[in-house]
């Protein structure tokens, strides 16, 4: 029996470090500390039955299973013999297997793009445009005296955020922890968080860009004239205003609530204006509640690689940036795009149809731990080993904080990481020998 | 390896004091050597040989560096390079991708570069961005000017304390220098507030930026690190702040250095020599600095010279930032780091016709230029908040020519000749003497001056060769000649191999990345460890197993052991 401390839970965008998890005969017995999704995908890397396990070909139509260096060979077949592959998914790996990507994209002369694209983009474009005023999570902990949380709710989509690093926890200056702050829900329903917020405050669907710049109006001093903005009344709203310019640390922390309803990257921009503004008054920060463990991770390994934090084509030579152009279901709805390498995400499930009937015709390789819609629809399917629980490697918190991914057992026999199975492809692109099982992970 | 001999060059190598005399170098297995029988012979007669270029303070890589990427896509659409068999695909003018750093640096004959700021918590990312940086060896200056554990023990007076957690913190990030910017101010930012002098209280830490640098000047010398400390003074880009540069110069006045070195250097002087009393009046007073650093044994400065054009401005100084981003509108990023610094980045414009540009830029060149010993004088730009590093060559050529000086004059704003002194010097600086504020300098400054930044026996294999011809260019006359030459070397040799030719990338190699690895007494580093565990456990967002940077990130690890034992 094996038990592991300080190990990270690869699963979402909270990136909790402190799980504890013992491991007896391969198998993770207990899990501590983690929530119920954290807990179930610990758990889950036991399960062999809904693993993929061997690699797979599509003959005549079928998937039939494979020996790794012919899937390896047939994947590097696929993407040496387009003219423009796109390459998709990549928020729920490792850094280093990020960087493989992009050396890959580019040796192709293809598109790389990560989950981004269908989350957070707008908040992306959004920073291209007004910057981005923030912190780390552990400023909130110890200074932030009101929370607010916009178009989110942690306690589904990150259910430890509220404990760890916002509202529960005892800080620095907020010894008391709880009864030194003050939490405030903005949504357009009442969530669980609303529930068990010091405030709710309903906005009218669609309707966020009203509520900031009505909000922006009174903290910089004008005067609102409307009884009501997006369905809150006037004196909410200027109270809300008073409050966030008396706050000693104020915080608004936004999801995809607000980045993908209507006004989308205008709503960020407005936002992210907002606090600014505030900044003239007090302390004030802003952060994107990212989703995917590491989809930060990849923005980052592509802005220091390549320039840029998504959606690259390297079709010229050189990184081209143009979300909308180079953006994965643009590249797809298309038809640009003539083979693609999907990996660690699934785009069946979550892409608009008209994409997904583009990637079912074209040739590609699905990269994944667990078989998926679009591994079923894939013409070569290799399972990787899983980041976080049987290999290292490295991932970025929401606030960009980066750590070292923990290794607890071993993964399945005969399966690899994705860095390897990355590297295995790109040296059979360039037409080097087979790397063998040796070349192991360089970091 | 087969070794290699430069035949004939002009060799400037001022830590050997060689100024200019024709000799041959000879390299074998990466080091520089007296003789070599098998090698290769390069022909260097009419050209000027000079140690690998160091670089010592330039914000290279890391969280706030990729911060200013996403912030502009706009960069990265300009400074385009498309993939070569030998080269990646690189971008970025102001903030270069990490591949074009390498390949940038290499050209112009630099070898060897340190960031400037490296944020403990976002170490690994730092050390990330490092790793993907080729043809350079590495180090990270680390910051430490608002580190709560250190405002606490030197608040307390506990200074071995303090010294412990810094010989902890450098092996923990594998960080290699003390780093101070805006010493309380980055704390201070954390309510939205600054501070704006010397005795300014921190707030709730109730000490002073002048009892910061005292105590991290007194750690620094007591663990005897190769480097001094390397300050970022308070008060940064403010009209009149000259006055805060003079007395924080005056706080380390007594102490003795634990090495052959400063014991504290002041970085990119330029932004902290200003006189005037608003930005009408907005004036140098580079003469007065210069004069204090003349006068005074203990310390350097790096420039951190201004090129007219578009830059980013970046540094863990977030109250600055924030003030020149509500100067200019433009679009602002800040990030505020738990328990240790709060950089910000925002774009910045340095126009010719702007009177508050024209008298930066000339502020630079005049304290390069009033300072009359060139080891007191680094030249940086501070890259890129001053001006991208590859506008180095047009700085030498400055630097050189009181004539290019006046051509420039020309086409500022008038503020540059009413309101500096750069219209009366005439001085101009000699090979010898660039060699000096582009690696000797720095490498004596950095403590690695045994291997780096000279041509002796011993060190590392690490050379420049540019197409200039002493005896034929005057450089006084010919400046655009000297631009256009220390932009693209003949031949940058690093460790051994020649990595560039004719100004083009011909290999790509790996460098070294060194870090502190201090030794200090055990009962000392105890008790240290259990102030760590306990405000690990309270106030940091991560876990303390979870915070120190795994050797794996590093291109070539390189520790340099300390043994401060003594200290207790
Ligand atoms: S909050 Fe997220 S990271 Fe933390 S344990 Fe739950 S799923 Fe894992
Ligand atoms: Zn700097």
Redesign the interface.
């Given at each position: 029996m094996q038990r592991y401390?300080?190990v990270?839970c690869s699963f979402c965008g909270t990136l909790c470090?402190?799980i504890e998890v013992v491991v007896e005969d391969n198998k993770i017995v207990d899990v501590k500390h983690a929530c119920r999704i954290g807990t179930a995908k610990f758990l889950a890397s036991n399960d062999y039955e809904h693993r993929l396990l061997k690699p797979m070909v599509r003959k005549n139509g079928k998937l039939v299973e494979v020996s790794l260096d012919e899937a390896i060979e047939e994947a590097a077949r696929i993407l040496k013999d387009a003219t423009k592959p796109l390459l998709y998914g990549w928020s729920s790996t490792s850094?280093e297997a990020h960087?493989v990507g992009v050396?890959l994209a580019?040796?192709l002369g293809g598109v790389i793009d990560n989950t981004t694209t269908v989350c957070h983009g707008p908040s992306?474009l959004a920073?291209?445009?007004?910057?981005?005023?923030?912190?780390?999570?552990?400023?909130v902990?110890?200074?932030a005296d009101l929370i607010i949380y916009w178009g989110a709710n942690p306690m589904h989509g990150h259910p430890r955020h509220l404990s760890?690093?916002s509202i529960f926890p005892?800080?620095?200056?907020r010894e008391r922890g709880q009864q030194d702050r003050e939490l405030i829900v903005i949504d357009v329903r009442k969530t669980d968080t609303a529930k068990i917020a010091n405030k709710f405050i309903k906005v009218n669907y669609g309707e966020d860009y009203e509520l900031i710049s009505a909000l922006r109006k009174v903290v910089n001093g004008g005067e609102l004239r409307e009884e009501s903005v997006a369905g809150v009344p006037r004196e909410e709203i200027i109270a809300l205003a008073e409050k966030m310019k008396n706050a000693?640390?104020g915080v608004l922390f936004f999801g995809m609530g607000l980045t993908q309803s209507y006004g989308r990257h205008r709503n960020i921009d407005n936002a992210i204006n907002l606090v600014?503004d505030l900044?003239?008054h007090?302390?004030?920060?802003i952060m994107a509640m990212r989703g995917h463990y590491n989809v930060t991770g990849f923005?980052?390994?592509l802005?220091?690689?390549?320039?840029?934090?998504y959606a690259v084509d390297?079709g010229?030579?050189?990184?081209w940036?143009n979300p909308g152009e180079t953006t994965a279901n643009d590249v797809l709805q298309r038809g640009e795009c003539d083979a693609a390498l999907i990996i660690a995400s699934d785009p069946v499930s979550h892409f608009p149809r008209k994409s997904i009937e583009h990637l079912a015709r074209i040739p590609f390789i699905a990269i994944d731990i667990h078989p998926t819609p679009t591994t079923q629809l894939a013409d070569v399917v290799i399972p990787s080993a899983i980041a976080g629980i049987e290999v290292e490697g490295?991932a970025?918190r929401m606030d960009?904080?980066?750590?070292?991914l923990r290794k607890v057992k071993e993964p399945p026999e005969g399966v690899l990481s994705d860095v390897e199975i990355l590297r295995r492809i790109l040296a059979r692109v360039r037409g080097e020998e087979a790397l063998t099982a040796k070349a192991e992970v360089?970091? | 390896m087969s070794g290699l001999i430069l035949k004939n060059g002009y060799v400037y190598d001022p830590l050997n004091g060689i100024k200019g005399e024709k000799m041959d170098i000879c390299i074998e297995n990466g080091k520089i050597v007296e003789e070599v029988s098998d090698a290769k012979v390069i022909d260097c007669s009419g050209k000027v040989v000079m140690p690998g270029g160091v670089e010592i303070h330039s914000h290279l890589a890391g969280g706030k560096v990729n911060v200013g990427r996403m912030l502009r896509p706009e960069d990265h659409l300009k400074n385009v390079y498309p993939k070569t068999k030998l080269t990646r695909a690189a971008n970025g003018y102001s903030t270069p991708s990490t591949f074009l750093t390498g390949y940038l640096y290499a050209k112009l004959g630099y070898t060897t570069a340190f960031t400037a700021a490296l944020p403990p918590l976002m170490a690994r990312h730092t050390h990330e961005e490092l790793h993907d940086i080729p043809m350079l060896d590495k180090g990270a200056l680390t910051l430490m000017g608002n580190n709560w554990f250190i405002m606490r023990y030197l608040k307390r007076g506990d200074v071995e304390l303090a010294a412990a957690f810094v010989a902890w913190l450098l092996k923990a990030v594998k960080g290699y220098a003390i780093k101070v910017v805006n010493p309380g101010g980055g704390e201070a930012w954390g309510w939205g507030r600054d501070v704006r002098s010397l005795d300014d209280p921190v707030p709730h830490f109730d000490i002073t930026p002048r009892e910061i640098i005292s105590g991290l000047v007194k750690v620094n010398e007591m663990l005897a690190l190769p480097h001094s400390i390397h300050l970022h003074a308070n008060n940064l880009g403010r009209v009149g702040n000259f006055a805060t540069t003079l007395e924080t110069m005056q706080v380390p006045n007594g102490t003795k250095p634990a090495r052959e070195r400063q014991v504290l250097q002041l970085t990119h002087a330029q932004f902290h020599s200003y006189g005037g009393d608003s930005w009408k009046n907005f004036a140098s007073e580079a003469e007065s600095i210069a004069k204090a650093v003349n006068s005074n044994e203990n310390v350097i400065i790096d420039i951190g010279q201004v090129v007219f054009g578009d830059t980013t401005t970046m540094t863990a100084d977030g109250p600055m930032e924030y003030y020149l981003s509500s100067l200019t509108g433009l679009k602002w990023a800040n990030k505020n780091i738990e328990l240790e610094t709060s950089p910000g980045v925002t774009p910045f414009v340095y126009s010719k016709r702007s009177p508050v540009s024209a008298v930066q830029w000339a502020v630079g060149l005049e304290l390069a230029l009033h300072i009359n010993d060139a080891w007191k004088v680094l030249l940086t730009t501070d890259h890129p908040n001053g001006a991208p590093f590859f506008k180095y060559p047009t700085i030498i050529a400055w630097l050189m020519s009181s004539k290019y000086r006046e051509e420039t004059m020309k086409e500022v704003h008038s503020a540059a000749q009413k309101n500096t002194t750069l219209a009366t010097i005439d001085r101009e600086y000699d090979f010898y003497e660039i060699a000096t504020i582009t690696r000797a300098g720095q490498a004596k400054s950095l403590g690695i001056q045994e291997t780096k930044g000279h041509l002796g026996v011993g060190a590392d294999a690490d050379v420049a060769v540019y197409d200039i011809n002493p005896e034929e260019i005057d450089p006084s006359r010919d400046y655009k000649l000297i631009e256009e030459k220390f932009a693209r070397t003949s031949y940058t040799i690093k460790g051994g191999e020649i990595v560039v030719k004719d100004g083009e990338i011909v290999k790509v190699v790996q460098g070294k990345t060194l870090y502190i690895d201090a030794r200090v007494d055990e009962s000392l580093e105890r008790e240290v460890m259990r102030d760590i565990d306990y405000y690990f456990k309270r106030f940091y967002s991560v876990n303390l197993a979870n915070y120190p940077v795994q050797e794996v990130y590093l291109t070539n690890p390189t520790p340099v052991q300390i043994d401060a034992t003594n200290v207790r």
């Open positions: 401390t300080d990270i470090d402190d850094c960087s050396e580019e040796e992306v920073i291209h445009d007004a910057g981005y005023i923030s912190c780390t999570l552990g400023e902990k110890n200074r760890r690093y005892r800080g620095y200056f000693q640390f600014r900044n003239a007090t302390k004030f920060v923005n980052e390994v802005s220091w690689q390549a320039g840029f934090p390297f010229r030579g050189y990184a940036y490295t970025y960009a904080v980066p750590l070292r360089a970091k | -």
